[in-house]
C-alpha cells in the first residue's frame, strides 16, 4: 500500500468519524502570536538553528522561520517554541 493510498484512507476514515484529518494524518500545527513568537507542534526533527533562521522537519514538508534574534525557548519531542522577530514562515 502506497503513501498517497495511506493518506487517502486516513482522510475518509477521519471524515467518517467526524474528526480533523491533521490528527490522523500527523500534520504538524503552525501557531503564531504577532510578530514575536511561533510554536511548531508535531514537528518530526530541528535541521537548522541560527540566529536568522530555524528549520524543523515535518510530514508535510520543511517548515523554515525566518527573522532576526530567533531563539528557541523551548523544545520537547513534540513542540519548538521559537522567539524573535519573526518576518516569514515558509513551508518547502
Known amino acids: 500500500m502506497g503513501p498517497d493510498l495511506k493518506r487517502t484512507l486516513k482522510r475518509q476514515f477521519a471524515h467518517a468519524l467526524d474528526l480533523p484529518p491533521g490528527v490522523l494524518l500527523d500534520y504538524a500545527t503552525?501557531?503564531?502570536?504577532g510578530d514575536v513568537e511561533a510554536k511548531i507542534m508535531n514537528h518530526k526533527g530541528l535541521v537548522q538553528y541560527t540566529t536568522t533562521n530555524?528549520?524543523?522537519r515535518s510530514t508535510q514538508g520543511l517548515i523554515e522561520v525566518l527573522g532576526k534574534?530567533?531563539?528557541?525557548?523551548?523544545?520537547s519531542a513534540h513542540e519548538i517554541k521559537i522567539?524573535?522577530?519573526i518576518r516569514q514562515v515558509v513551508l518547502k
Open 30 to 33: 503552525i501557531s503564531l502570536i
Open 54 to 56: 530555524i528549520k524543523a
Open 69 to 75: 534574534d530567533l531563539e528557541i525557548v523551548s523544545f
Open 83 to 85: 522567539a524573535g522577530q
